[in-house]
């Protein structure tokens, strides 16, 4: 939502399209749902608009987002970063337990920013 802000774009569709992103999609141990959030914000910035359009800008600033996301926290999948399944209740146990949302903030802030800073320099270079 903040990089759908800061794009000019608000609606309250943005976060009911985004739900089924958190716990590493729909609690399936997989992609962190910060990281694929940023990446729906990387294709609102560099999707494309009709069929003929080019991918590659888009394609490019989410492999940019990875490689840097998984520089910092060494990982991009849900389970792997909290060391738990949040799809069983013994997941959800330590995952509250151990106070991992705390992680989650920071997987979100740093996807966020780093998002930010790729649609930043990227739409500098073009101009």
């Known amino acids: ?5 800061a794009q000019g774009v608000e609606s309250d569709i943005m976060p009911r399209i985004a739900t089924g992103l958190c716990g590493g999609m729909g609690r399936t141990c997989g992609t962190c749902g910060a990281l694929t959030g940023a990446i729906l914000g990387l294709g609102l910035a560099f999707g494309r608009s009709k069929p003929g359009d080019s991918p590659e800008t888009a394609r490019n600033t989410v492999r940019r987002l990875i490689e840097a996301f998984e520089g ?3 990982a991009r999948d849900c ?8 799809g069983t209740q013994e ?4 995952f509250e337990e151990n106070g991992l949302r705390e992680r989650c903030v920071e997987y979100t802030r740093f996807a966020a920013e780093e998002a930010a800073r790729i649609i930043e320099r990227v739409k500098k270079e073009t101009l």
Do not use: E, N, T, Y
């Open 79 to 86: 389970h792997l970063l909290l060391g738990c399944d949040l």
């Open 1 to 5: 939502m903040a990089l759908a802000g």
């Open 72 to 74: 910092k926290f060494g």
């Open 91 to 94: 997941g959800m146990a330590v």
